[in-house]
């Protein structure tokens, strides 16, 4: 198994700011998911970035990678209100297990 | 389609009592997952279960805890004698298969509440 870690463990920031979250992990993987939570429920997957890239867009998101610092990041551009939630990641190996581990999360406040 | 579905989506219960709680994932996934949350905390992953493979079972924090998956399809999570500290969201996840590629739906979680 894998365990994401993220950082900020919480995050305040007025509307139309960025947001940069990061995660970082310890073993070899094959791709880092990014996951969001609102209100406690379930989680809403939000952007797949595979080990040979670098970075992904998907909308306001933009994801990097850099396996060799294994560390990923999140950063949603020009925030709103309906992006306050946590934000998880969840890095996938190659080997060992496919249960997915995840971290503690980073919780994001947008301040209309 | 049709998601992720759970029920109850809330259970009060009193400490003693046994408890079961419903999964029923995407048609045509395979993969199924237990996750417990408690009050802004992360997820704890508890079960894994894979087509007709023995389930993973490794995060069962004890033998109050159990889950079984009928014909591959809907899943059920036991707990016995529930303590106040069961008290969390319970979220089960199906996925398409075992390939770390494929993402994890969630369904929007069953709160216990253990008084």
Redesign the interface.
Known sequence: ?QQGEEDPQALSIQEGENATMNCSYKTSI??L?W?RQNS??????LI?I?SNEREKHSGRLRVTLDTSKKSSSLLITASRAADTASY?C?P???TG?????????TRLFVKA | GAG?SQSPSNKVTEKGKDVELRCDPISGHT?L?W?R?S?G???E?LI?F?GNSAP?K??LPSDRFSAERTGGSVSTLTIQRTQQEDSA?Y?C?SSRG?S??Y???????TRLTVT
């Open positions: 198994s094959n791709n998911q996951y406690g429920r379930g989680l809403v997957h797949l595979r998880f969840a996938r190996p190659n297990g496919f249960k997915t581990i995840f971290g503690a999360g | 992720v993969a997952y996750y949350q009050l905390q992360g997820l992953f894994y894979q993973d490794s995060g969201v979220l996840a075992t770390s590629f993402e994890q739906y969630f369904g929007p979680g």
